[in-house]
């Protein structure tokens, strides 16, 4: 392996933060948002559905520059970051990987992720590439940025839909992580099984575990969708 590319929502960042500040704009108790978040998880949807459940008709992204408008947008610090993050892409970086994380936020995120300094050789989000997962196009750019082909390049993320089955079908390895309301719902399911290399709790087990023999599949080999794990 020679690049490890990382997810943010819930892969290296607590989305509570994100959420109770949907609440506090629509103006309902952040435990209602978060119940109906896990409701559009466990029936394969996003969390975006909550949204649109709780205001029909809402464009999520309009509402979004609006918050931002009203100075209510994206706002991160260290203690948004899991623990592990730090330790693990120092020790990644160490063992002479190449660190990129990018995923799908708001161009203000990735420059508050910038700002923290994390042990990272690139950060990038999905605005700033104007394409989001799990289209196709956000994983040529994510192999853009490895600086690596495809079999030599992980991904780790907690969404099925929108991590594992587009970063295999690019051909790149694929790492889950159990954590975030999918990485706990989905983590059994055959089809994540099935999909990803290798099954973490933490990012602390990616350096010893990246020296484990791994089973040989066609690099473009795309995974089998169910009903119940539609893209998103």
């Known amino acids: 392996m020679e690049t490890i590319v990382l997810g943010i929502g819930e892969t290296l960042i607590r989305d509570d933060r994100y959420w109770a500040s949907w609440a506090n704009w629509l103006g309902i108790p952040p435990h209602t948002l978060s119940a109906l978040v896990g409701a559009?998880?466990?029936?394969g949807g996003e969390g975006a559905d909550a949204l649109r459940l709780l205001r029909p008709g809402m464009d999520v992204a309009e509402a979004a520059h609006a918050r931002a408008a009203a100075g209510r947008g994206e706002h991160l610090d260290e203690s948004d970051l899991y623990p592990d993050v730090r330790p693990a892409l120092a020790e990644l970086r160490a063992l002479g990987l190449r660190v990129v994380i990018a995923g799908n936020r708001s161009a203000r995120a990735g420059e508050l992720l910038r700002a923290m300094d994390l042990p990272a050789d690139l950060?990038?989000?999905?605005?700033e590439?104007?394409?989001a997962k799990p289209d196709p196009g956000f994983f040529a750019r994510v192999l853009d940025?490895?600086?690596a082909d495809p079999p030599s390049t992980l991904y780790v993320g907690d969404h099925p839909a929108n991590d594992l089955f587009p970063a295999r079908s690019a051909g790149l390895r694929t790492a889950h992580i159990r954590r975030g309301p999918y990485g706990h719902w989905w983590a059994e399911h055959q089809d994540v099984t099935e999909t990803a290399d290798w099954h973490i709790t933490t990012l602390t087990e990616l350096p010893s575990l990246l020296g484990e023999p791994v089973t040989d599949r066609p690099a473009t080999q795309a995974p089998v969708r169910t009903r119940a794990l539609r893209s998103v």
């Open 123 to 127: 950060v990038v989000t999905s605005e």
């Open 129 to 131: 590439w104007g394409v």
């Open 145 to 147: 940025a490895a600086e």
């Open 40 to 43: 559009a998880v466990v029936q």
